[in-house]
């Protein structure tokens, strides 16, 4: 089965399915914190997360409005794609007063080349007048996308209380379910290679999503960046980083497990250059894809073969 050139189900395919071109993020920074770091429920963050809450290729301090028309400035260089999917990325999208929020998503909104939001934040930062917003939002903009993005991580509680995520499943499958009833698209972080799990752990929270139905998935290579308290763990080597081959095979068996209709949105990840201390084998992405279509074409594999399989005996 394949999505154009690809054996899995791209957020570059579905984009160009739905608005017949090229589609580019441009990654924002609305100014917020976290309530994992502003003493709410943790000063630190996770242990993986630096100071920028994972928005590191973000602009700071400018407007919404001056974001975007920035990163389309960069986009054009490309000499393709005219329309953009404003992301908020740094830090928790969601953790700010109501009235903040609904400018800040009406900004990006009204720009006419943005044909939707994601928003990036936690599952315990969705009350239900955030939830009403986003409703609201949805039906006064039928013709562009919201789609929330949900940094989960592991479905394993043992390793969510390692990383410092701060919130249970219970949480996460909460905030999920009203995310649902009202039609907003979920799209869900997985990051493989946290301390103490197995290819077995990592699967697992995978069929956790298949069986969710979630609308999108990142898979995310854990990083350990400068100036993180993954640092500390690493350098007194209590786990080790997936190798190169080793990432691969995993990607293959999490992609094998996922239902062909969620979009894979992310499959490697990009660890800024100036703060990567590992594995320094992801900075060569392009190595990494090619590699990692070559094995898929090698095994005669594709996304949702095994979930297909499950799913006929079932």
Same mark, same amino acid.
């Given at each position: 089965? =394949?999505?154009?050139?690809?054996?899995?189900? !791209?957020?570059?395919?579905?984009?160009?399915?739905?608005? $017949?071109?090229?589609?580019?993020?441009?990654?924002?920074?609305?100014?917020?914190?976290?309530?994992?770091?502003?003493? #709410?429920?943790?000063?630190?963050?996770?242990?993986?997360? !630096?100071?920028?809450?994972?928005?590191?290729?973000?602009?700071?301090?400018?407007?919404?409005?001056?974001?975007?028309?920035?990163?389309?400035?960069? =986009?054009?260089?490309?000499?393709? $794609?005219?329309?953009?999917?404003?992301?908020?990325?740094?830090?928790?999208?969601?953790?700010?007063? /109501?009235?903040?929020?609904?400018?800040?998503?009406?900004?990006?909104?009204?720009?006419?080349?943005?044909?939707?939001?994601?928003?990036?934040?936690?599952?315990?930062?969705?009350?239900?007048?955030?939830?009403?917003?986003?409703?609201?939002?949805?039906?006064?903009?039928?013709?562009?996308?919201?789609?929330?993005?949900?940094?989960?991580?592991?479905?394993?509680?043992?390793?969510?209380?390692?990383?410092?995520?701060?919130?249970?499943?219970?949480?996460?499958?909460?905030? &999920?379910?009203?995310?649902?009833?009202?039609?907003?698209?979920?799209?869900?972080?997985?990051?493989?290679?946290?301390?103490?799990? #197995?290819?077995?752990?990592?699967?697992? #929270?995978?069929?956790?999503?298949?069986?969710?139905?979630?609308?999108?998935?990142? /898979?995310? &290579?854990?990083?350990?960046?400068?100036?993180?308290?993954?640092?500390?763990?690493?350098?007194?080597?209590?786990?080790?980083?997936? $190798?190169?081959?080793?990432?691969?095979?995993?990607?293959?068996?999490?992609?094998?497990?996922?239902?062909?209709?969620?979009?894979?949105?992310?499959?490697?990840?990009?660890?800024?250059?100036? &703060?990567?201390?590992?594995? /320094?084998?992801?900075?060569?992405?392009?190595?990494?894809?090619?590699?990692?279509?070559?094995?898929?074409?090698?095994?005669?594999?594709?996304?949702?073969?095994?979930?297909?399989?499950?799913?006929?005996?079932?």
């Amino acid at each position: 089965m =394949f999505w154009n050139d690809k054996p899995y189900h !791209s957020l570059d395919y579905a984009l160009k399915t739905m608005f $017949g071109e090229k589609v580019y993020k441009i990654a924002l920074d609305a100014g917020m914190t976290c309530p994992n770091r502003d003493g #709410t429920c943790g000063v630190r963050g996770c242990i993986f997360c !630096s100071s920028g809450g994972s928005g590191e290729f973000a602009a700071i301090g400018d407007s919404i409005s001056i974001q975007l028309e920035k990163g389309k400035q960069y =986009f054009r260089n490309k000499n393709t $794609g005219r329309l953009f999917i404003a992301y908020f990325q740094a830090y928790t999208n969601t953790y700010a007063p /109501l009235p903040k929020l609904e400018t800040l998503y009406r900004e990006a909104l009204n720009e006419p080349s943005v044909v939707g939001i994601s928003i990036a934040t936690r599952p315990d930062c969705l009350d239900q007048n955030i939830l009403c917003l986003l409703d609201r939002l949805n039906k006064e903009y039928p013709d562009k996308l919201i789609w929330i993005e949900l940094g989960l991580q592991t479905i394993h509680e043992r390793t969510a209380i390692l990383i410092r995520r701060g919130y249970s499943l219970e949480v996460f499958e909460h905030a &999920l379910t009203q995310l649902q009833k009202i039609s907003i698209p979920v799209i869900v972080h997985v990051i493989l290679g946290l301390p103490g799990e #197995t290819k077995e752990m990592m699967l697992e #929270t995978c069929r956790f999503l298949a069986a969710k139905k979630v609308n999108g998935v990142k /898979l995310q &290579l854990l990083h350990v960046l400068k100036n993180t308290d993954l640092v500390e763990l690493y350098e007194k080597k209590t786990f080790e980083i997936l $190798g190169f081959m080793e990432y691969i095979d995993i990607i293959i068996s999490c992609l094998e497990l996922l239902p062909p209709d969620i979009v894979i949105h992310r499959i490697t990840g990009d660890g800024p250059k100036n &703060l990567l201390i590992a594995p /320094l084998w992801s900075l060569d992405k392009r190595r990494v894809l090619n590699t990692l279509h070559q094995e898929l074409k090698r095994r005669g594999t594709w996304q949702g073969k095994v979930w297909n399989l499950w799913y006929k005996n079932h």
